[in-house]
């Protein structure tokens, strides 16, 4: 499908906005008021800047306070509206888009309302110009699609539609199925907005917290549906008012915009081949529109491993770590300052070198990369370049194997492996025997594989991310959580598969401070799951390395709040293991020392199908790491 883009949504004068869209692959823009009449181009300049990029102008928004207005108000608004019709043309756009009147003073009248927008329709057409009407959530009399479309129909001139606007329908509750209901030929213009669930004043949700489809809690894909279901074949169009976007560097937020119109077509169109799935047997009528499709969405099978990058004193920290928790170093790379460290399946790759720069890694300890295990890695990769995922070159010997790697928002490197890889197998030749006298090896520990992996983002990026993981990894988003950490409030929110297979926690600070933030990149964990917490506290201690220290107020608390045994929350004390529970599941969680200014590993037992990340503890957790660092 067409798909465009409000100029409101990217940062920047509108001429850099153009340039973002079409940068990104959009197909259209539409114009806002705002950006033109700031804009030191003329109208023709515009037209011939946005045809030069291949784009198209295809709506101009938002005309205001136009309809339910006492007579002599009618012909100063027609008008005014002349005046915007003669400029479309000389931009060459051909829809315009009233908004419901959103003043105290407008009559509640429906059949003046439909008179005055059959005038303006009639005064439109002869500049070429349609009229597409939208509710405002806020509108003061028309406030919801039906309504907008009740007028609309009543009015009944050709060159007058509505506008519909998932935001403005979704944030009141309103059921979209009834769109199926409107002509399609009478949806003149749909725009598409993604927020999340808020109990707050609408207009300032819409104007302040809009975020691109599927980043939100709003179901864009069935809301889409039904309008494709109509018939609508108009183009697909973002409108998000964001604080963020608003002011951040307009091509990564178009980048990130497009990537959500694939996803958003992808899942329709792999909804309307029904179960099979297959694109062969469709379960409804096809609609008339053509909607982009991905390759497969990607089922990843777990972690094929975790690349942590540490300079020579910081390597021997997490070297320590590893050993004392029953990692053991089994294999060197043949051409690279890497090594393989092992527990069973498990494999933490430690490398000396900073991988996207060839040198020697300088800072602190970092997880740098993501093996992802998947089935298909070409298709993995095939499908992440189609979502505007930057691929990353690798540099390598021609006798190694090809891993495809993509750089997510935050720098991170993800890399598709084959499932079920064993040693002697593709990726893993790279990895030669150590010299002897390098191997280092752990203790018998229960550890069960990598549990999760914890990234800080920065703040604005966090929606980009989450949306790159969910449509690149295949993750199931859960709902944004704010933890309050000792210096600032922590947003959180967890990605997993439905079989839990992979699992990756988000966090950034909502103000940009604290220490979790002030680490250079932010602070990150890898989580181990176990079964056996107390073993492994145990066997780490015995290994020489202590686990974080928690606040003896945190188990006389936990006294207070649950019938843990006296003996065991002593032994939880003595290890600082935390405590959670859901239903009949249980989180027993400790954590390291922080290694350097930002890594630490985490261990974690889930009892009874607990399926969250004990965020209850997250403060008390931070609160402690906090102490640690300022001992
Ligand atoms: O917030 C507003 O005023 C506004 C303007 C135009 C729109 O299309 C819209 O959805 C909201
Ligand atoms: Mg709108």
Aim: glycine content about 10%.
């Amino acid at each position: 499908m067409r798909r465009s883009i409000a100029t409101v949504s990217l940062s920047g004068t509108l001429e850099e906005k153009l340039r973002a869209a079409a940068a990104a692959g959009f197909d259209g823009v539409e114009v806002f008021d705002n950006d033109l009449v700031a804009s030191p181009m003329p109208p023709r300049e515009v037209r011939g800047l946005a045809e030069s990029l291949g784009l198209g102008l295809d709506l101009y928004q938002p005309f205001r306070d136009f309809e339910g207005v006492d007579d002599a108000r009618l012909e100063r608004n027609l008008r005014r509206a002349e005046a915007k019709f003669a400029l479309m043309v000389e931009l060459g756009v051909h829809t315009l888009l009233v908004c419901s009147n959103a003043s105290e003073s407008a009559i509640d009248d429906d059949a003046r309302a439909a008179a005055q927008l059959h005038r303006l329709a009639e005064t439109a057409a002869p500049f070429g110009v349609r009229i597409a009407y939208e509710a405002l959530a806020w509108g003061s009399r028309v406030d919801d699609y039906a309504h907008s479309w009740r007028v609309v129909a009543e009015a009944d001139h050709p060159s007058l539609g509505v506008c519909l606007d998932s935001f403005h329908i979704l944030s009141k509750g309103d059921d979209p199925a009834g769109i199926r209901g409107i002509p399609g030929e009478k949806i003149f213009f749909l725009q598409l907005a993604d927020a999340p669930h808020m109990a707050m004043d609408v207009l300032q949700w819409s104007r302040h917290h809009r975020c691109f489809p599927g980043q939100g809690g709003f179901d864009l894909t069935a809301f889409t549906g039904h309008v494709l279901a109509a018939g609508y074949t108009g183009p697909l169009s973002l409108e998000v008012f964001n604080d963020v976007f608003r002011a951040s560097d307009p091509r990564r937020t178009a980048a990130d915009a497009l990537r959500s119109l694939s996803v958003l077509e992808d899942a329709l169109s792999r909804e309307q081949d029904g179960p099979g799935g297959d694109g062969a047997a469709p379960t409804g009528a096809r609609p008339a529109v053509t909607l982009t499709r991905l390759p497969d969405p990607v089922e990843p099978a777990g972690y094929a491993f975790v690349e942590v990058a540490a300079e020579e004193d910081s390597a021997e920290r997490v070297r320590a770590v590893l050993a004392a928790l029953g990692f053991e170093h089994t294999r060197d790379h043949r051409s690279k300052p890497v090594q393989m460290w092992r527990h069973g399946a498990t494999r933490i790759l430690l490398n000396s070198a900073d991988p996207r720069l060839g040198h020697t890694w300088s800072g602190d300890a970092a997880a740098t990369a993501l093996g992802i295990a998947v089935a298909d890695p070409d298709g993995a990769a095939h499908r992440a370049e189609r979502l505007l995922a930057p691929p990353l070159p690798r540099r390598r010997d021609p006798s190694e194997s090809r891993l495809h790697a993509v750089a997510a928002p935050d720098g991170t490197s993800v890399f598709f492996c084959p499932a079920g890889a064993v040693e002697g197998d593709s990726w893993l030749e790279d990895f030669s025997a150590p010299a002897a006298q390098g191997l280092r090896r752990g203790s018998a520990t229960p550890l069960t594989g990598i549990d999760h992996v914890g990234l800080f983002q920065p703040f604005d990026h966090f929606d980009e991310a989450s949306l790159f993981y969910r449509s690149v990894l295949g993750l199931e988003p859960a709902q944004n959580l704010e933890l309050a950490a000792p210096d600032g409030l922590v947003r959180s929110r967890a990605l997993t598969r439905p079989d839990a297979a992979l699992r990756i926690a988000l966090n950034a600070s909502v103000l940009g401070r604290g220490f979790q933030a002030d680490a250079a990149g932010g602070a990150q964990h890898i989580a181990l799951g176990c079964g056996d917490v107390f073993a492994v506290a145990q066997a780490m201690g015995e290994g020489g390395v202590a686990t974080l220290r928690i606040s003896d107020n945190y188990y006389a608390d936990l006294a207070s709040r649950t019938d843990l045994s006296p003996a065991i929350r002593e032994r939880m004390r003595e290890h600082g293991i935390l405590y959670d529970r859901a239903g009949d599941g249980e989180f027993f969680h400790f954590y390291t020392p922080m290694l350097d200014g930002r890594l630490f590993f985490e261990v974690v037992q889930r009892k009874g199908g607990y399926d969250g990340y004990g965020a209850a503890n997250t403060p008390f957790r931070m609160a402690a790491q906090r102490a640690e660092r300022s001992q």
